[in-house]
C-alpha cells in the first residue's frame, strides 16, 4: 500500500521561497504520475502542478506558472514543489497525491483522477 507524507511547509513572507517534499513509501514510486493540489480556508481544492511517472511531463495552474517547480526523484521516492516568489493568496494547506498509470508522458489535472493523497502541509504567506 502507498503511502505519502508531505513535509517542508511553514511560514514565510511575501516574496520568499519555500520547498515543499512528499515521501512515497510502499510500492515502486516510479510508475506513479504526481501532484500537487492546495485548498485555502473557505474555497475549494484547487490544482496546483503535476508531473508524468516518467518526470518528462509536466503542468502548471496559470496562477503559479513560472513561481512553482515540480519536480521528482526516484532515487529517494520523493516529489518535491519549489515555491519562488510567493504571495498572500498561495496560503493554503497543500497536498500531495498520486496516481498509479502505464503513460509514461501523461501528468494528470484533475483531482478525482487521483488515488492516493498526503494528510496535508500547511503554507503560509505573510504580508
Known amino acids: 500500500q502507498v503511502q505519502l507524507v508531505e513535509s517542508g511547509g511553514g511560514t514565510v513572507q511575501s516574496g520568499g521561497s519555500l520547498r515543499v517534499s512528499c515521501s512515497v513509501s510502499?510500492?515502486?514510486?516510479?510508475?506513479?504520475?504526481m501532484g500537487w493540489f492546495r485548498q485555502a480556508p473557505g474555497k475549494e481544492r484547487e490544482f496546483v502542478a503535476a508531473?508524468?511517472?516518467?518526470?518528462?511531463?509536466?503542468n502548471y495552474a496559470d496562477s503559479v506558472k513560472g513561481r512553482f517547480t515540480i519536480s521528482r526523484d526516484g532515487a529517494e521516492n520523493t516529489v518535491f514543489l519549489q515555491m519562488d516568489n510567493l504571495k498572500s493568496e498561495d496560503t493554503a494547506v497543500y497536498y500531495c497525491a498520486g496516481v498509479p498509470t502505464y503513460q509514461f508522458n501523461r501528468a494528470y489535472l484533475e483531482d478525482w483522477e487521483y488515488e492516493i493523497w498526503g494528510q496535508g502541509t500547511q503554507v503560509t504567506v505573510s504580508s
Open positions: 508531473i508524468s511517472w516518467g518526470g518528462g511531463a509536466t
Open positions: 510502499g510500492r515502486t514510486f516510479r510508475s506513479y504520475a
